[in-house]
């Protein structure tokens, strides 16, 4: 072996040792950061998400309480004028954006039920005296306590179909 094969030699497997650490370093700074940024940003969307649906349930209750709230529809429900009922409240949840309203007396049947359309229009598809089919009206109507906090459920509209 000549002499600049030993000289060289050393330093060669020097500079590879060194740069296959070095790839091996750097790729698992790279692949750390990635999976610490990955996690952050699930983290993030997880935030927003929970964000944005507790601004829409903030929505729903507010809706909920402008119809429930509407002069006269109580009285109306109370007597069970239902005309009156769809007077009072179908303006009402136009002018809220109201996808779906779903009014029951205090018996549990249905008097009023408003469904937004795709193209905006709102139509009433009331069953008249139907009992209520969704447990969250039966849990309330159990309660039986006008005073207590907001109830939350995913309910599926028996009409449409669709999950509220």
Same mark, same amino acid.
């Given at each position: 072996? !000549? ?19 070095? $790839? ?7 692949? =750390?950061?990635?999976?610490?940024? /990955? ?5 993030? +969307? ?17 809706? +909920?309480? &402008?119809?429930?709230?509407? *002069?006269? #529809?109580?009285?109306?429900?109370? $007597? @069970?004028?239902? %005309? ?8 009402? +949840? @136009? ?5 779906? #309203? /779903?009014?029951?007396? +205090?018996?549990?049947?249905? !008097? ?11 139509? %009433?598809? =009331?069953?008249? @005296?139907?009992?209520?089919?969704? !447990? &969250? ?6 309660? =039986?306590?006008?005073? =207590?906090?907001?109830? *939350?459920?995913?309910?599926? %509209?028996?009409?449409?179909? *669709?999950?509220?």
């Amino acid at each position: 072996m !000549s002499i600049r094969f030993k000289v060289t030699l050393p330093y060669l497997l020097l500079t590879l040792i060194v740069a296959v650490t070095g $790839a091996y370093v750097v790729t698992r700074l790279v692949s =750390s950061s990635l999976t610490e940024r /990955l996690s952050n940003q699930l983290l993030e +969307a997880g935030r927003v998400v929970s964000d944005t649906m507790a601004r829409q349930e903030i929505k729903h209750l507010e809706a +909920a309480r &402008i119809v429930a709230y509407t *002069r006269g #529809l109580g009285e109306a429900l109370h $007597a @069970g004028d239902a %005309d009156q009922v769809v007077l009072l409240a179908k303006p009402v +949840a @136009g002018g809220l954006n109201v996808e779906s #309203l /779903l009014v029951f007396n +205090a018996e549990g049947h249905e !008097s009023l039920h408003l469904i937004k359309q795709f193209n905006g229009t709102i139509i %009433d598809v =009331s069953q008249q @005296g139907r009992a209520s089919t969704l !447990s &969250i009206v039966e849990k309330i109507l159990t309660e =039986s306590n006008p005073d =207590s906090l907001p109830k *939350r459920e995913l309910a599926l %509209d028996p009409v449409d179909g *669709r999950y509220y």
